[in-house]
């Protein structure tokens, strides 16, 4: 079963716009992490947020958690056509294991 | 510094044949290793996950079946493919150890597999 839901399910916006992605979980956490995935291609992971951590940051990448809503999100500010891809999020339900469960994904396209 | 390759990168297989997906970790020693599926379009579901030789978790039951010879060697197998195992097949690996690493997963470049 899938332990990750990300929405919007696909995102257009004009390059130089902020795009914000969500993702919910159904399970108490350790951490959670957001990766990403050009089309055809293994995923690259972007950030780790613990779960005492609230808000993250690296680069253009703004991450929060909210563990009381079991939701994060995923902020790219100033985006770019190069950042054209799928996210996802991904969590670890038992303590311990690393056995990542990762969501549906969501799709960006920014266009130039 | 640490890599990881996954063969073949895509494979054409017709209905009933066998499969063999290999997938081998450098630079790092005791790995946990893992194989996710993606349906085109669709999120990541994962397969089989091993913490160390000969140790298989299987999250899924199917005609899919995964070996772990050596360490940092993880292999994929059917005996006979169905079409529903279309798809592209993802392997990874993390650090076991907790306070060694984040538990960032590092993944492979990935196999597409056609089953006709």
């Known amino acids: 079963s899938q332990q990750g839901e990300e929405d919007p399910q696909a995102l257009s916006i004009q390059e130089g716009e902020n795009a914000t992605m969500n993702c919910s979980y159904k399970?108490?956490?350790?951490?959670l992490q957001w990766y990403r995935q050009n089309s055809g291609r293994g995923l690259v992971h972007l950030i780790l947020?613990?779960?005492?951590?609230r808000e993250k940051h690296s680069g253009r990448l703004r991450v929060t958690l909210d563990t009381s809503k079991k939701s994060s999100s995923l902020l790219i500010t100033a985006s770019r056509a190069a950042d054209t891809a799928s996210y996802f999020c991904?969590?670890?339900?038992?303590?311990?294991?690393?056995?990542?469960?990762f969501g549906t994904g969501t799709r960006l396209k920014v266009l130039a | 510094s640490q890599t990881i390759h996954q063969w073949p990168a895509t494979l054409v297989q017709p209905v009933g044949s066998p499969l063999s997906l290999e997938c081998t970790v450098e630079?790092?020693?005791?790995?946990?290793l893992y194989w996710y599926r993606q349906a085109a379009g669709r999120g990541l579901q994962l397969l089989f996950y091993?913490?160390?030789?000969?140790?298989i978790s299987s999250e899924v039951p199917q005609n899919l079946s995964a070996s772990r010879p050596q360490d940092r060697q993880f292999i994929l197998s059917s005996k006979k493919l169905l079409l529903s195992d279309s798809g592209f097949y993802l392997c990874?690996?993390?650090?076991?150890?907790f306070g060694r690493g984040t538990g960032e997963l590092f993944f492979g470049e990935g196999s597409r597999l056609t089953v006709l």
């Open positions: 990874a690996w993390s650090l076991r150890d």
């Open positions: 399970t108490s956490i350790n951490n």
């Open positions: 947020i613990r779960s005492n951590e």
């Open positions: 991904a969590t670890d339900p038992h303590s311990g294991t690393y056995k990542y469960i």
């Open positions: 630079g790092t020693s005791n790995p946990n």
């Open positions: 091993s913490v160390g030789i000969g140790q």
